[in-house]
T-cell receptor
Framework: AQSVAQPEDQVNVAEGNPLTVKCTYS??????LFWYVQYPNRGLQFLLK??????LVKGSYGFEAEFNKSQTSFHLKKPSALVSDSALYFC???????????FGKGTTLSVSS | DAGVTQSPTHLIKTRGQQVTLRCSPK?????VSWYQQALGQGPQFIFQ???????QRGNFPDRFSGHQFPNYSSELNVNALLLGDSALYLC?????????????FGEGSWLTVV
């Protein structure tokens, strides 16, 4: 069965420092991987996705993610964090049918000024 | 270009009642999915509609049902509400096609069952 793990419930980082939010996945076949962000009491906003090609994917708001097939990871990164990046981040993988997204439990990112 | 729109934003229902949530997909999208997000959890897939038919279903009981209209909009119906049905219900849309298509989400409908 396909699954996603986000090993950290919370990540704390100071403004201006680089940030990493971790995600590992388990799939059969080639993965379609996604990152979404959720601000308090809001829906999910798409950040970026990996389908194929370059292992470093660039997305919205300065975020990027690195796909690593050997480590089955898809970590979200940003070179310089902003206080406004504080939110709940979800990693997701498309299921085998190519229909549903399977989400991790989410990681709360807190950026302090 | 409007994104995915959902209504109502918030609602409170009593145990045993029935609820209907509505969704209009993003322009150009013909596939609609529904997700349930309980407090502190990631979204869970309920089902997907395409060409007015349920195409795939997650691990949810038959109390959860849906419908898709010819204009691609969709409804989620939940019967015999339980306290555990309290959650944020998210509608998502995408164009039909390969699994690499991006799925876009609405702001959600907050359902509280008392």
């Amino acid at each position: 069965a396909q699954s996603v793990a986000q090993p950290e419930d919370q990540v704390n980082v100071a403004e201006g420092n680089p940030l990493t939010v971790k995600c590992t996945y388990s799939v059969s076949g080639n993965p379609y991987l996604f990152w979404y962000v959720q601000y308090p009491n809001r829906g999910l906003q798409f950040l970026l996705k990996y389908i194929t090609g370059d292992n470093l994917v660039k997305g919205s708001y300065g975020f990027e993610a690195e796909f690593n097939k050997s480590q089955t990871s898809f970590h979200l990164k940003k070179p310089s964090a902003l206080v406004s990046d504080s939110a709940l981040y979800f990693c997701a993988v498309r299921d085998q049918a190519g229909t549903a997204l399977i989400f991790g439990k989410g990681t709360t990112l807190s950026v302090s000024s | 270009d409007a994104g995915v729109t959902q209504s109502p934003t918030h609602l409170i229902k009593t145990r045993g009642q029935q609820v209907t949530l509505r969704c209009s997909p993003k322009s150009g999208h013909d596939t609609v999915s529904w997700y349930q997000q309980a407090l502190g959890q990631g979204p869970q897939f309920i089902f997907q509609y395409y060409e007015e038919e349920e195409r795939q279903r997650g691990n949810f009981p038959d109390r959860f049902s849906g419908h898709q209209f010819p204009n691609y909009s969709s409804e989620l119906n939940v019967n015999a509400l339980l306290l555990g049905d309290s959650a944020l219900y998210l509608c998502a849309s995408s164009p039909r096609g390969q699994g690499g298509n991006t799925i876009y989400f609405g702001e959600g409908s907050w359902l509280t069952v008392v």
